[in-house]
């Protein structure tokens, strides 16, 4: 094959990578969108005794935990207690510093800012914070989790 013929396949052969390459990170940038909470799977509307649906029971159990930002004024985080087995709702915006707290193992929360940890209950068991989360009033209708957003 002469050199000018096998440069320029060469280059075909790159561009093609490189065009698959832009296909795939295209393609996993949709599927992150697909996994995100931003968006609401239920009607966020709040109801006159003053709840709102902010997810799906099997969402809940399925994931582990809903992070959702549709909310009247809060970020509310959805999980399954481990100890009473409801669904229980807290805003996880830790109380040091606002960092987004991390659901650990279906037991506590953790932050990873400044290593601050609170239980299934939203209280402190290990510094630097001080103060308890908020904790949301929450019920389960029809295959919803239900919220009650204070404030
Ligand atoms: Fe969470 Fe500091 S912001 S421990």
Redesign the pocket.
Known sequence: MERRKFLFWLGIGFSLNSFQMVLTACNSQQQDAETTTDKPSVDTSVREDGFQALAKVEEVDSKGFVLDKNSVSKTVMMYRHPDTKNISAVNPT?T????TLDWQNNKNFS?S????TFSADGEVTKG??QKALEVFETKEEAGLVLVKVTG
């Open positions: 830790c040091h510093k606002g960092c932050c800012c400044h290593g601050s630097p914070a």
